[in-house]
C-alpha cells in the first residue's frame, strides 16, 4: 500500500514558478513509477508529467515541456514537480499518483488528495 500527500500548491502571477512536492509512505514506493496529473474546472483530469522507478526516464505533456521539471528522491519517499514560467491555464488541483510509466490515468492504483495551483494573469 502507498499513501501520498501532496503539498506546495499556492497562487501565484503569470511568469512566476511553484514547486510541488508529495511525499509517500509505504514499503514499495520505489518500485513505482509517479506521476503528476492535474484537473481543471470543469474539465477532465490530464497527465503532466511521470518518471521511472529509477528516475532515469522522465515524460512530459506538451503543455508543460520545458517548463516543468519532475523529479524523486527514492531514499526519502518524495517526488517533486518544479513550475517554472506558469500560466493561467495551469491553474488546476495538481494529484500525485503512483503506478505504471504510463500517461494513463487507469495505470495508476495509488493517489494524493491533490493541491491547488492558482495562476493570476
Known amino acids: 500500500q502507498v499513501q501520498l500527500v501532496e503539498s506546495g500548491g499556492g497562487l501565484v502571477q503569470a511568469g512566476g514558478s511553484l514547486r510541488l512536492s508529495c511525499a509517500a509512505s509505504?514499503?514499495?514506493?520505489?518500485?513505482?513509477?509517479k506521476g503528476w496529473f492535474r484537473q481543471a474546472p470543469g474539465k477532465e483530469r490530464e497527465f503532466v508529467a511521470a518518471i521511472s522507478w529509477s528516475g532515469g526516464l522522465t515524460y512530459y505533456a506538451d503543455s508543460v515541456k520545458g517548463r516543468f521539471t519532475i523529479s524523486r528522491d527514492n531514499a526519502k519517499n518524495t517526488v517533486s514537480l518544479q513550475m517554472n514560467g506558469l500560466k493561467p491555464e495551469d491553474t488546476a488541483v495538481y494529484y500525485c499518483?503512483?503506478?505504471?510509466?504510463?500517461?494513463?490515468?487507469?495505470?495508476?492504483?495509488?493517489w494524493g488528495q491533490g493541491t491547488q495551483v492558482t495562476v493570476s494573469s
Open positions: 509505504g514499503r514499495a514506493f520505489s518500485t513505482y513509477a
Open positions: 499518483a503512483a503506478g505504471r510509466e504510463t500517461a494513463r490515468i487507469s495505470d495508476y492504483n495509488y
